[in-house]
Nanobody, 123 residues
Framework: VQLVESGGGLVQAGETLRLSCAAS????????MGWFRQVPGKEREFIAG????????NYADSVKGRFIISRDNAKNTVYLQMNSLKPEDTAVYYC?????????????????WGQGTQVTVSS
């Protein structure tokens, strides 16, 4: 599976962005997907996860109520709608595919990753 993230950019605090993660090779429709973010010098941080059907989602406390994860299996794509962005949301955002069992919250549980997309929020 090869993943391609898009939709990052530079925005002001309070604005919105919508990230996309598309499978360019292979399929993600049968697997749990997650969004993570990383800043230099820190570990990759769980942001949101979604079950293969889209019926179950989970979020980090830091983004709950502001971010929404969704998926369109017909398009082989997962989305992250980011509202009310804050400067502390600045990071490189990655999507990952979890093929096997493991914690939704741990980067090591994910088997494939995209290249990341930069999100910068100015104050």
């Amino acid at each position: 599976v090869q993943l391609v993230e898009s939709g990052g950019g530079l925005v002001q605090a309070g604005e919105t962005l919508r990230l996309s993660c598309a499978a360019s090779v292979g399929t993600i429709r049968n697997y749990h997907m997650g969004w993570f973010r990383q800043v230099p010098g820190k570990e990759r941080e769980f942001i949101a996860g979604i079950s293969w059907s889209g019926h179950m989602t989970n979020y980090a406390d830091s983004v709950k109520g502001r971010f929404i994860i969704s998926r369109d299996n017909a398009k082989n794509t997962v989305y992250l709608q980011m509202n009310s962005l804050k400067p502390e949301d600045t990071a490189v955002y990655y999507c990952g595919v979890k093929v096997y069992m493991g914690s939704d919250y741990t980067p090591g549980s994910y088997d494939y990753w995209g290249q990341g997309t930069q999100v910068t929020v100015s104050s």
